[in-house]
Structures are given as C-alpha cells and as structure tokens.
C-alpha cells in the first residue's frame, strides 16, 4: 500500500512539474529521492491552503482518470444547472475528450444562455483540437469584440481557422494583431510559415529574424520551453 502512495505522490508532483514547466532538476530529485523529493517539491512549488482542494483532485484524476468524470455526471443528473454542465465539460476537455466537452459546453450555452467567455474560448480550443475551422469562427466572433480576445490564444485559433477555410485576408489581419514583440513566440512562427506559403517572403524572413534576435536574450527557462520553435526559425532562415 505504501508503495502505490509513493508512486501516486511522485506521479503527481512530476506532473504538476511538467504542467507549469518548473526547473528540470526537480524530475532528479523526485525519481531519485522519492518521498523527501516530493514533499520538499510541493511545499516549495505546490502548496497553500488554497491549492488543497486543487492538489486532492489532480491526484484523484492521475490515481482514477475517470473518477472525476463519473463524479460530475452523478452531480449533474442531481441537478441540471449551467455550472454543473460546465463543470463536466469542463473535466472531459483536460481529459482530452473534445467531443464530449463540446457536446455538454453547447448543451449548456443553448439551454441556458449565458455570455460566458471562459465556456467559448473553451468551444473554440476543443473545435481547433477537432480541425471544425466552420465552428472555431463562430465562437471567436462571438468574443471578438472582448478586451480578453486581443492577442489571446483565442485570436491565434480564430487567425489559423480563417486561413484554412480560404480566408486569407482575413487571417492576415487577426495574425498582425497578434505579432508583438517578446510575446507570442509559437504562435509568430505559424504566422512567418502562413506568410512564407502565401508568398510573402520579405515579411516572412523579417519576422524570422525577429524571432532569432528574441531567442538569444530569452531566459534559459523560455529556451528550454521554445526550444523545438526556435531550432525551427532557425532552419527556415537558412532556407529562405
């Protein structure tokens, strides 16, 4: 029994560790050092009375996936409320269930209207995840309007989305609105390779230098984090 608490504990904290992308060396300490490892990580990274509730439930989720699912379910058949539908889809979209997140996101915005962002920017990343580019539009121009749209990863799907339905006037537009300086980094390299396959060349290039200047003063933590991105920049500048 010992054992598996152990195992659960260290699944939780390297999991945690890899979701907010901590210093590499705590994957050392946490395998190496399994109980004093963990423990040391979560006081230190994880814990306040806060983050209680939050820490019982993500190693519920790595221990039984499905529980939390199950939970929900019963809790919504108890009682049909806008949240509770909300929260049940919002427990299959980390699970990476998009469909079924999208079916219950929709049930509840339908049924019950609610100008709720957090449930469209979740429609719109479940239907991107989909490739429904159709559905992406719809939701984005529902927010498009909002000060939390501009620049978000919401703008970026809505930009992509856009460029592979032929709207490629359109993309370019919400793509330059998400093009700032030390922001954004991923998300520019898809614009640089969208203006590249629309023969944009000069402005592509541009904005790859500008993304290789960026890379050499980013901290080690961000390099680490882009480092696929700009080993990516970097072969397509020698290739322009």
Not at 81 to 105: P, R, S
Not at 129 to 147: H, P
């Amino acid at each position: 029994m010992h054992y598996y608490l152990i195992v659960a504990l260290q699944a939780f904290c390297i999991y945690h560790l890899y979701k907010n992308k901590n210093e590499y060396y705590w994957y050392f300490l946490i395998l190496f050092i399994p109980v004093l490892g963990s423990l040391i990580y979560i006081i230190l990274k994880v814990y306040n009375r806060r983050d209680a509730d939050k820490i019982q439930q993500e190693l519920t989720t790595i221990i039984n996936p499905t529980k939390r699912i199950t939970d929900l379910t019963k809790k919504l058949e108890f009682s049909e409320t806008f949240q509770n539908k909300v929260n049940l889809a919002d427990a299959y979209f980390e699970l990476g269930g998009f469909q079924n997140a999208i079916n219950h996101y929709e049930d509840a915005i339908s049924k019950s209207f609610q100008n709720d962002q957090h449930v469209a920017k979740q429609l719109i990343e479940a239907h991107a995840q989909l490739e429904n580019y159709d559905q992406v539009i719809v939701y984005a121009e529902r927010i498009s309007m909002k000060f939390e749209f501009k620049t978000s990863r919401s703008q970026f799907l809505y930009a992509v989305a856009l460029e592979k339905t032929g709207r490629i006037v359109e993309a370019i537009d919400q793509f330059r609105q998400i093009d700032i300086p030390n922001a954004n980094y991923e998300e520019r390299l898809v614009f640089a390779k969208f203006l590249l396959d629309n023969n944009k060349n000069e402005e592509s290039k541009e904005l790859l230098v500008e993304l290789e200047q960026e890379a050499r003063y980013m901290i080690k933590a961000n390099k680490r984090k882009y480092s696929a991105a700009i080993r990516e920049v970097d072969q397509l500048l020698k290739e322009i």
